[in-house]
């Protein structure tokens, strides 16, 4: 760590040192002469920040452009002497305003005083939309804009979590683990298959595109396109949403270095209280039991949780170099992210470099742009029992023994294992390589009508390695024992397409019509194991020095962490898709929008490969009707409403339609003298398996009023998906094998959503900005059959646990919404404090419950979702603070449940929650309807607290220092450690043993531009 932090040092005196000589260059070369200066204020007078001022010679052409400082003022010097000047001033959300008739004399100085107009609730904003942009006026979608300075602050290690809270219906979950990118969901969710639910992102254009590669300070801002009728356009990969990133750019005129950075201190916000030593002596010494002598050393007292955790110190640099002279664009950045987890040695680095450059040709009728990132992402993770033993091992013993070796009971099942250990003896690393080239071609072939080619190329290589050593818990004796992934993941995609722009009088049209061709290449790589070292120095690192036993068997295996499965074929998939859009504009009244894409794809089966995905939407600008000009509280007010259809092909693998031939795993058999791998049937084909399809009716309103005061939106949405992909038992007689992937079912999410944001002041110095959002959605699983396959229900969530193997713990079935929650019913206690269940017929007894005395009992989806967030503005110094939570869920804490079991209590350790139980209880683990807990939380997500530094030196145009503090409470009835649960895949809302603890966190940042 020192000599990571000695080389950011080293790194930023450089940096720095550069940009003295850069500024010293600048100072020895500036020239007296004719120059102009003033200040840039809004309508309520309060001075506008970073607003771009652009003075240009009318005989020469050349322009020269500044930006405003936090004070709202402008410095431009050396004008060219006798010149006629024009300067023009714009700010996003504001009109734009231009002043002429300025002559530069010899030694004068220009002053100007300019008050901007704020535009309609900023409806002249540029929305980003597929293949296209729109002004925020002129949508008839379901879209919500994200700036990046609301963006979400603290410790982020993937893009997407800088959402979480901001976008109605959007729901994204995270934990504290630095390696887990959480869940998210748009709208609720609407197939059965895991990996399927996210989003679809498009970064600057390039569809498809990992939004890992990107760092949160590159990014401008993040469009949601949420209802079918934007996001058809993106076809059988847009039925769970888009997002449109657009990265920072420089506007013409500019040019900037720019650093950002901070350092953060992340502590455990929350753990489950369990026992000490003396403590577990003290009851079992009550309860006339005791230790077995092996696990009781003499004055043991060990806090496991303690010893596994620690301070997690993390930090993030971001450098970037921007420049726009009009007709030459460029952008470089370099950023480092090293998040330290808060359970010892597991952590997150990353490193991205990003450059793109953008020229313009003949009198900008062409435009090429080139740019690539590439990024190299480093985990450290840990064993999966080291979760469970964490809170089970027993504190009655050292961590480890007089002679050096750690304390381990081998004797002992069921993964009973020292945690220490199981830190120390086992390495996981993993490394994902991304490198995504992008190259467009723009061409205005005439008046209206331009041309679109891009090209990109994104290739991802990934790399697990393992050790288990000789001492590993996980691996006895084989002396250590070694296993190495790698594999290989590439897209290829190409974009054409033609845009044409027409304004006649009233009338505005726009058309769209293109051609995307794709083609993925996944799990090209092996894997191979070694076992039986010399010794543990040097690892996986060289797996010649093992000496594999006869007849070990070698893992050639690759695990695909997207997909899931274990040695999944190398497979390539193409799809293929034409389509078109038309938008209709009459006197900015009446919009209306239409699209089509016709999309195929290898992926599914010979008979259904070619999908349609349609949509239609229209708009009515109220504000805009001759009747409402009287209405002066109304700045708009707009009704909107569609309709459209989109597919989803995530989580498909390219041969799922085919019938594939592999090894049948555990049949090896004897012949000629050897042991042979026998080949056979893995899958059924299917040449019918299609898209699973969304069709999402959208009806909305936008609104702004008193001023711009108030503003918001509100959306009610009727989503249904059909033609789910399921895996249904088929009979033998007729296929190879007694299961077979095909479409069935339906899902529906009906829901409301709303954004409101009002301006409570508005003052010169003092302002305050409070947004807040809202969403309810219902999900209902309606059918999970089809004409040619019934399924009535389908069992899952099989959690295990003593004698519980073969219970589930929910069920998908017609009528429940997906995670519902099947389980026993607890009746209380008997006389002898023994746990108690209800039978199917009403009964009650103390006998352990069969799946036939089950019932629903509710279920993980929230019923609403929310977020508050806060900006007040006094001069220099903004305080944010932003809340969210959810309302309404369930979840099943069967952490909980595992660790309460008095009766093995001399085994392993149990929580402070069991003391209030009877020792005799030897039911009180099983999972039932008494550990179904509400999930509902409210959480200070984000509190900021920042100072904008007043600078006299023209060269550096801004200078921002800040504090964040994240997670800094929680308010839950909840009883393990936290209520946000994963919420994706289809066993949402189960904390199972498998919970990182969840952090708060602390930074202190820097934000600087030259």
């Not at 992102?201 to 595109?209: E, F, N, Q, S, T």
């Not at 964490?390 to 993964?415: A, I, K, W």
């Not at 120095?537 to 036993?549: E, H, R």
């Amino acid at each position: 760590m020192n000599k990571t932090y000695k080389q950011c040092f080293k790194c930023l005196q450089a940096i720095f040192l550069i940009c003295g000589f850069l500024l010293l260059g600048k100072s020895l070369h500036a020239q007296t002469g004719p120059s102009a200066s003033g200040m840039v204020k809004d309508t309520l007078g309060v001075p506008i920040v970073g607003a771009t001022v652009k003075a240009e010679n009318k005989l020469t052409g050349k322009a020269t452009n500044a930006t405003t400082d936090v004070n709202g003022v402008f410095n431009i010097s050396n004008l060219q002497t006798g010149g006629n000047y024009s300067f023009t001033f714009t700010f996003i959300g504001f009109e734009t305003k231009t002043l002429t008739g300025y002559q530069a004399l010899a030694g004068n100085k220009i002053s100007l005083s300019v008050t901007l107009k704020e535009s309609a609730t900023s409806l002249t904003q540029v929305v980003v939309t597929g293949y296209g942009t729109s002004r925020k006026a002129d949508l008839t979608g379901a879209i919500t804009s994200v700036q990046a300075e609301d963006f979400n602050r603290g410790v982020i290690s993937s893009p997407a979590q800088l959402l979480q809270g901001k976008v109605p219906g959007f729901n994204i979950t995270r934990s504290g683990n630095p390696n887990d990118r959480g869940s998210i969901l748009l709208r609720g969710p609407s197939t059965l298959r895991a990996g399927a639910q996210e989003p679809f992102y498009v970064i600057d254009g390039v569809p498809g595109a990992s939004i890992d590669l990107l760092a949160p300070d590159d990014i401008m801002s993040i469009d949601v396109l949420k209802d079918a009728s934007s996001t058809a356009i993106y076809g059988a990969r847009a039925a769970n949403g888009v997002i449109m990133v657009t990265t920072r750019k420089a506007k013409p005129g500019q040019s900037s270095l720019s650093y950002s950075g901070y350092g953060a201190v992340e502590n455990v916000s929350n753990q489950i209280a369990v026992l000490g030593g003396d403590e577990l002596r003290s009851y079992l010494q009550a309860n006339n039991r005791t230790l077995n002598l092996v696990d009781n050393n003499a004055g043991a007292n060990t806090d496991w949780q303690k010893e596994l955790t620690q301070t997690s110190i993390s930090n993030n640099h971001n450098v970037s170099l921007n420049g726009n002279s009009g007709q030459t664009a460029y952008n470089v950045s370099l950023n480092y992210l090293n998040n330290k987890g808060i359970i010892k040695t597991s952590g997150l680095e990353r490193f991205i470099l990003r450059a793109n450059i953008d020229q313009k040709f003949f009198d900008n009728r062409l435009r090429l742009n080139v740019s690539g990132v590439n990024s190299v992402t480093s985990s450290r993770n840990i064993a999966r029992e080291v979760y469970q033993n964490m809170l089970t091992y027993l504190p009655t013993v050292n961590v480890r023994q007089p002679d050096g070796s750690y304390t381990e009971n081998f004797t002992r099942t069921r993964g009973y294992l020292n945690p220490v250990s199981l830190i120390d003896n086992n390495i996981y690393n993993s490394r994902v390589k991304t490198f995504l080239g992008n190259a467009i071609a723009e061409a205005r072939l005439f008046t209206g009508l331009k041309y679109t080619l891009s090209i990109s190329y994104q290739d991802e290589q990934n790399y697990n390695d393992s050790y288990n050593n000789r001492f590993s818990g996980l691996a006895q004796g084989l002396n250590g024992y070694a296993r190495r992934q790698s594999w290989t993941n590439n897209k290829k995609i190409i974009e054409s397409y033609f845009n044409y722009d027409k304004r006649f009088g009233d009338h505005d049209l726009k058309l769209l019509a293109g051609y995307s061709w794709q083609e993925d290449e996944r799990n090209n790589g092996f894997g191979t194991s070694n076992q039986n070292f010399v010794n543990d120095n040097l690892t996986y690192n060289n797996l010649t020095l093992g000496n594999a036993p006869v007849g070990a068997v070698i893992n050639y295996s690759v695990d695909d962490p997207i997909l899931g499965g274990t040695n999944p074929p190398i497979a390539i998939l193409r799809i293929i898709s034409f389509y078109g859009r038309a938008q209709y504009n009459y006197k900015d009244k009446y919009l209306f929008q239409t699209s089509l894409r016709r999309d195929g794809s290898s992926a599914f089966g010979a008979n259904s490969r070619w999908g349609y995905f349609p949509s239609v939407s229209a708009a009515w600008n109220i504000s805009n009707e001759d009747f409402m000009k009287g209405v002066s509280f109304v700045n708009n007010l707009k009704l909107r409403a569609g309709w459209g259809s989109s597919g989803n092909s995530d989580g498909i693998r390219p041969f799922t339609t085919l019938l594939l031939y592999g090894v049948t795993t555990g049949s090896r058999f004897y012949y000629n003298g050897n042991y042979i791998n026998p080949i056979g049937p893995r899958q059924n084909q299917n040449p019918d398996l299609k898209w699973e399809t969304t069709d999402v009716a959208n009806i909305g309103v936008d609104f702004s009023l008193f001023n711009n005061i108030l503003s918001g939106s509100v959306d009610v949405y009727d989503k249904r998906t059909k033609d789910l992909i399921n895996d249904y038992q088929v009979s033998t007689t007729q296929y190879y094998l007694p299961f077979l992937t095909a479409n069935g079912g339906n899902i529906r999410n009906k829901g409301i959503e709303a954004i409101v944001s009002v301006r409570p002041l508005v003052g010169k110095s003092l302002k305050w900005t409070s947004t807040v959002n809202v969403a309810y959605n219902k999900n209902t699983v309606e059918s999970l059959s089809s004409d040619l396959f019934q399924l009535d229900y389908q069992r899952t969530a099989y959690l295990g646990g003593k004698g519980q193997s073969a219970n589930p713990s929910q069920i998908l079935q017609t009528g429940l919404p997906l995670g519902s929650f099947l389980l026993a019913r607890y009746a209380g206690k008997d006389a002898q404090g023994v746990s108690q269940f209800y039978k199917a017929d009403g009964s009650i007894s103390t006998t352990p419950p069969v799946v036939a005395d089950f019932a629903y009992v509710g279920n993980a989806q929230p019923k609403l979702i929310y977020g508050w967030g806060n900006t007040f503005t006094y001069k220099n110094v903004d305080l944010g603070f932003f809340v969210r939570g959810v309302l309404g869920n369930k979840v099943l804490n069967a952490t909980l449940a595992n660790l309460n079991s008095p009766s093995d209590a001399t085994n392993v350790n149990i929580p402070r929650f069991t003391l209030n139980e009877s020792p005799n209880d030897n039911n009180a683990y099983i999972l039932s309807d008494r550990y179904l807990e509400s999930g509902s939380y409210l959480r200070l997500d984000n509190a900021t607290l920042g100072y904008n530094i007043p600078l006299k030196v023209k060269s550096i145009n801004r200078l921002r220092i800040y504090a964040t503090g994240n997670n800094l409470f929680l308010i839950t009835k909840y009883r393990g450690i936290d209520p946000e649960m994963n919420m994706g895949g289809v066993t949402p809302g189960i904390d199972n043993n498998n919970f990182y603890p969840k952090t708060r966190t602390f930074l202190l940042g820097l934000n600087v531009t030259f």
